[in-house]
């Protein structure tokens, strides 16, 4: 049956370091830190970071050296003091508050408009109203007829 089952191997067969490919490496790396070369691996964390540091600063890539560029997404926010901030500057607001401050100011003349009658829409309600009045009116007036017709076909009826 073949390496990797019904579907077959994928991959590359697994290759050995030779034990004298191995020694040879490794007498290099004694022989690099006898002459004083740079140790693999430095137990403690703070020369890790400072040397880190050295190397970003040291080795650019590409145009990088060339070219001082500032990516404005890069730069880290610098805490101020309470000293430094200045209350009495106003607070720039963002789009959507701005929008939404703006949209409130809107609704609220639009609203004071409204109970003073001065929009299309209140004038419609207002002309509503009048003929919802109007037929209340009448429907009251009609009521009293009937009420007095009923009470005079009462008294002729009682005599």
């Given at each position: 049956?073949?390496?990797?089952?019904?579907?077959?191997?994928?991959?590359?067969?697994?290759?050995?370091?030779?034990p004298e490919?191995?020694?040879?490496?490794?007498?290099?790396?004694?022989?690099?830190?006898?002459?004083?070369?740079?140790?693999?691996?430095?137990?403690?964390?703070?020369?890790?970071?400072?040397?880190?540091?050295?190397?970003?600063?040291?080795?650019?890539?590409?145009?990088?050296?060339?070219?001082?560029?500032?990516?404005?997404?890069?730069?880290?926010?610098?805490?101020?003091?309470?000293?430094?901030?200045?209350?009495?500057?106003?607070?720039?607001?963002?789009?959507?508050?701005?929008?939404?401050?703006?949209?409130?100011?809107?609704?609220?003349?639009y609203m004071?408009?409204?109970?003073?009658?001065?929009?299309?829409?209140?004038?419609?309600?207002?002309?509503?109203?009048?003929?919802?009045?109007?037929?209340?009116?009448?429907?009251?007036?009609?009521?009293?007829?009937?009420?007095?017709?009923?009470?005079?076909?009462?008294?002729?009826?009682?005599?």
């Open positions: 049956m073949p390496r990797g089952g019904k579907k077959g191997h994928k991959g590359r067969g697994k290759q050995f370091s030779n490919e191995i020694d040879r490496q490794m007498r290099l790396e004694r022989e690099k830190e006898e002459n004083g070369g740079a140790a693999p691996e430095s137990p403690s964390g703070s020369e890790e970071e400072s040397s880190d540091e050295d190397y970003d600063q040291q080795k650019k890539k590409g145009v990088e050296g060339l070219i001082e560029i500032e990516n404005p997404n890069r730069v880290t926010q610098k805490s101020k003091k309470v000293a430094e901030i200045d209350v009495s500057v106003p607070k720039e607001l963002s789009r959507r508050e701005r929008e939404e401050i703006e949209k409130q100011k809107a609704k609220e003349r004071k408009l409204h109970l003073e009658g001065k929009t299309e829409q209140a004038r419609a309600d207002l002309a509503r109203l009048a003929i919802i009045k109007k037929q209340r009116e009448e429907a009251a007036r009609k009521r009293e007829e009937l009420r007095k017709v009923k009470e005079e076909a009462e008294a002729k009826s009682k005599r």
